[in-house]
């Protein structure tokens, strides 16, 4: 199984910085790796796939990179509405398995 | 507006079953692969099970294998997570999500809480 690690755990920014959260992969997962919010009461929702590629409806100010096992998902300028549970998922292999998640709070 | 919805939840004994159900709409159901994701009290995301579109291809994850089953019904636009032997380690919001293709989940439901306790 592939153990998706994320960091920080708790990451508080004030509205309008910018936001970096990372994830690691125990094994490489090439770019087979997503990124979804989740607002409290919620279902997650579908950020980024492809580790770089918008889903339908994303603002720009998220963007994803990396590949293989290290990623990253960038919040260039936090709204009200970003604070929330981000969490990372690899579906390069089966079991599909996700980070613990980073929550983002207001600073 | 594509929708899934959940039902079937609630409070169960420990040893007890429950079947778990998504009603799809606003997609064409029958081409989607289908997963149960759940998420503890309080806790991260865990992929429960996946299901092919065509109902072919089934994957479970090791904490539920042969205790849980997934399947589908084309016809009715629905899936459904069939649950035995349930243990308090099973409490949790059980999600339907769905993908274009075997990889992220595109659409989310809104989720069902199981809870197993006496």
């Known amino acids: 199984e592939i153990v998706m690690t994320q960091s920080p755990a708790t990451l508080s920014v004030s509205p309008g910085e910018r936001a970096t959260l990372s994830c690691r992969a125990s094994?490489?997962?090439?770019?087979?790796l997503a990124w979804y919010q989740q607002k409290p009461g919620q279902a997650p929702r579908l950020l980024i796939y492809?580790?770089?590629t918008w889903a339908t409806g994303i603002p720009a100010r998220f963007s994803g990179s990396g590949s293989g096992t290290e990623f990253t998902l960038t919040i260039s300028s936090l709204q009200s509405e970003d604070f929330a549970v981000y969490y990372c998922?690899?579906?390069?292999?089966?079991?599909?398995?996700f980070g613990q998640g980073t929550k983002v709070e207001i600073k | 507006e594509v929708q899934l919805v959940e039902s079937g939840g609630g409070l169960v004994q420990p040893g007890g079953s429950l079947r778990l159900s998504c009603a799809a709409s606003?997609?064409?159901?029958?081409?989607?692969?289908m997963n149960w994701v759940r998420q503890a009290p309080g806790k991260g995301l865990e992929w429960v099970s996946y299901?092919?579109?065509?109902?072919?291809?089934?994957y479970y994850a090791d904490s539920v294998k042969g205790q849980f089953t997934i399947s589908r019904d084309n016809a009715k636009n629905s899936l459904y997570l069939q649950m035995n032997h349930l243990r308090a380690e099973d409490t949790a919001i059980y999600y339907c999500?769905?993908?274009?293709?075997?990889?992220?989940?595109?659409?989310w439901g809104q989720g069902t809480l199981v809870t197993v306790s006496s």
């Open positions: 999500a769905g993908s274009r293709t075997v990889s992220h989940f595109d659409y």
């Open positions: 606003g997609f064409t159901f029958s081409s989607y692969e």
């Open positions: 299901i092919s579109s065509s109902g072919n291809t089934i």
């Open positions: 094994q490489s997962v090439s770019s087979n």
């Open positions: 492809g580790a770089s």
């Open positions: 998922q690899q579906y390069n292999n089966w079991p599909r398995t």
